[in-house]
């Protein structure tokens, strides 16, 4: 089931990418640097305030509705929603405080509301683990923000119009699945519930609130120390690889965070270890080849993708990035899935706060002497301090398994991938497009092989059993 659900979710999400990178290759050649540049700050304030509309009930909603017994929070949900949103004026007033005028502003605001509904309506669809129904609303979403972008592009090469542009393209997407998340929802504002929740989910709203804001906080430095055209530069690498590479982790952890509660709660703690230390493998054998290939090549990856003003800052920027993926995925999409089944929602708050103090001071100290290039080692520094941070208090709640042994063995594939790639690259005379398609499919061809070496994630077994159910498949057709 683990297989099938992330399979479900990584073939959405890299689709979503692919639009996503079109998007970026579109976007960066339609619209300048500063125009850019405030879309993206635009982007990056609406996330923050969309964790802080809807993170109070996401906890809810993986701890109860996924354990599919009956139990029904979608009108507490909903109701409490509508209230958080009444929020909206003073997070137009704290976009004003940041930088932003009040057009891209008040654009962010909506955005912000049309992400935190969006959001919510995945996790619900995902906790009953319904991943075709949020596949397909993943892909409206995405191509929805592609094709309006286009559109109002046409209109006038302005920032706001394309914030305006994405929350329509998110609220396509809610309604895309709205049916099979809403229907049947009754809304009723029961304070006393809804009091009782707030509390529940005070800490992981205030820790999710603060790892938005240490995600952006880079972003925001760069506009106000050197201005928004080179923030807009830096952003567009960055969203790139985190475009490219969170996907797959993402994916993976929409299947086994659902299942790690179902599993604990029906199977109790020695099945839920069992569960994720497959988990862990898998997540970092998805993860650990993505980022490492995507650092060697990203001087193509850039030069393809994004436009002529957005390249050098781009290419000298994003394999530090892609690095510190790697630690960001295994702190937010691993290990904190120890404070999910400890009910530890407090411990969120203080590795949040670890990581938001390292990159506060961190960007300050680098970005102001290196640039954009500071704000890039400045993320890998705080991730890695997040890191750590989140290993240490994992085991003071839900001791979750690190299988040394086995990711190791993960680590010395992706690390021997990644020099075959480097060493090819530097011999290859090709266009940017023919070596990054050359590239990856060398990088693939050595991992698959390297895979199969040290039998990385039970590769051989699990083609084994697809063989065997193919075989069986064949047979039957066959005999009919």
């Known amino acids: ?222 506009a106000n120390l050197i201005g928004t055209a080179d923030a807009g530069t830096y952003i567009a690498g960055l969203d790139l690889v985190r475009q490219t590479l969170m996907m797959p982790a993402i994916s993976a952890a929409a299947a086994f965070f659902p299942l790690a509660v179902q599993i604990h709660a029906n199977q109790g703690s020695t099945a839920v270890r069992s569960h994720l230390g497959e988990c862990v493998e898998l997540l970092l054998s998805i993860t650990l080849p993505a980022c490492l290939g995507f650092a060697v090549i990203s001087s193509h990856v850039a030069n393809v993708v994004l436009g002529v003003d957005f390249r050098e800052v781009a290419a000298q920027t994003m394999p530090i990035v892609a690095v510190a993926v790697i630690f960001q995925v295994l702190t937010q999409q691993y290990l904190h899935v120890s404070f999910l089944l400890s009910a530890r929602s407090s411990f969120y708050l203080i590795n949040t706060a670890s990581i938001i103090a390292a990159n506060v001071i961190l960007s300050y100290v680098l970005v102001s002497q290196y640039g954009t290039v500071g704000a890039a080692w400045a993320r890998l520094g705080a991730d890695i301090i997040g890191f750590v941070c989140a290993l240490i208090l994992s085991r003071r709640a839900f001791p979750i398994p690190i299988p040394l042994g086995r990711l190791a063995l993960t680590v010395i594939a992706g690390l021997v991938m990644a020099l075959i790639v480097g060493t090819f690259d530097r011999s290859l005379q090709a266009s940017d497009l023919v070596a990054c398609f050359v590239l990856v499919c060398a990088g693939l061809a050595s991992y698959v092989g390297l895979c199969w070496l040290f039998d990385i994630s039970h590769a051989r077994s699990r083609l084994a059993i697809c063989l065997t159910f193919f075989r069986a498949k064949l047979a039957n057709i066959n005999i009919g």
């Not at 290759?25 to 996330?47: C, E, K």
């Not at 029904?72 to 929603?81: A, E, F, K, N, T």
């Not at 504002?189 to 906080?217: C, H, M, N, W, Y």
């Open 1 to 222: 089931m683990l297989i099938g659900q992330a399979s479900i979710n990584l073939s959405a999400n890299i689709l979503s990418a692919l639009l996503g990178l079109l998007s970026v290759f579109i976007f960066t050649r339609l619209f300048s640097p500063q125009d850019y540049g405030v879309y993206l700050l635009g982007v990056g304030f609406a996330s923050v305030i969309s964790v802080f509309l809807a993170g109070w009930f996401r906890n809810l909603i993986m701890s109860v509705h996924a354990r599919n017994d009956g139990t029904d929070i979608r009108g507490v949900v909903i109701s409490g929603y509508l209230i958080c949103c009444l929020t909206a004026p003073a997070a137009y007033g704290l976009g004003r405080l940041v930088g932003l005028d009040a057009a891209a502003a008040l654009a962010a605001v909506a955005l912000s509301v049309a992400i935190g509904l969006f959001e919510l309506t995945q996790d619900l669809v995902r906790a009953r683990l319904l991943a075709f129904t949020a596949m397909k609303a993943t892909l409206v979403r995405a191509s929805a923000a592609l094709g309006l972008g286009v559109a109002v592009a046409a209109l006038g090469s302005a920032g706001f119009l394309l914030l305006i542009s994405s929350a329509l393209a998110y609220l396509l997407a809610v309604l895309v699945q709205s049916r099979a998340a809403w229907h049947g929802t009754i809304v009723k504002f029961d304070g006393a519930r809804l009091l009782a929740e707030a509390k529940q989910g005070l800490p992981l709203t205030l820790s999710l609130t603060l790892l938005a804001i240490a995600s952006v906080t880079d972003r925001f430095m760069i």
